[in-house]
Nanobody
Framework: QVQLVESGGGLVQAGGSLRLSCAAS????????MAWFRQAPGKEREFVAA????????RYVDSVKGRFTISRDNAKSTVYLQMSSLKPEDTAIYYC??????????????????WGQGTQVTVSS
């Protein structure tokens, strides 16, 4: 079993920055594909960014390209999402997810095996 705990959310003005962290316990994350999803009120959970086990490959949803950066520190079993130039439409609960199969970097929720409880990000205009 893997337990994921997100942190770093909060209230920020448009144009500001936040860094989310996802700390894992139970197993090392070094072989897992990791991702961030988000869910705004009344909307479905959507893919934001993902990173493969080594950190060499990443994927992003078009709306965050150039503004968000996903990274990982396998020694600390932690994944990060650096968010810059935040917009009000980035407001959502952000979830960390882990996929035990290292191949591919899925952008849908179903392939991910473990989820955190989420952290709220609110961007004011």
């Amino acid at each position: 079993q893997v337990q994921l705990v997100e942190s770093g959310g909060g209230l920020v003005q448009a144009g500001g920055s936040l860094r989310l962290s996802c700390a894992a316990s139970g197993r090392t994350l070094s072989s897992y594909t990791m991702a961030w999803f988000r869910q705004a009120p009344g909307k479905e959970r959507e893919f934001v960014a993902a990173i493969n086990w080594s950190g060499e490959r990443t994927r992003y949803v078009d709306s965050v390209k150039g503004r968000f950066t996903i990274s990982r520190d396998n020694a600390k079993s932690t994944v990060y999402l650096q968010m810059s130039s935040l917009k009000p439409e980035d407001t959502a609960i952000y979830y960390c997810a882990a996929r035990s199969v290292p191949l591919f970097i899925p952008t849908t929720t179903r392939p991910y095996d473990y989820w955190g409880q989420g952290t709220q990000v609110t961007v004011s205009s």
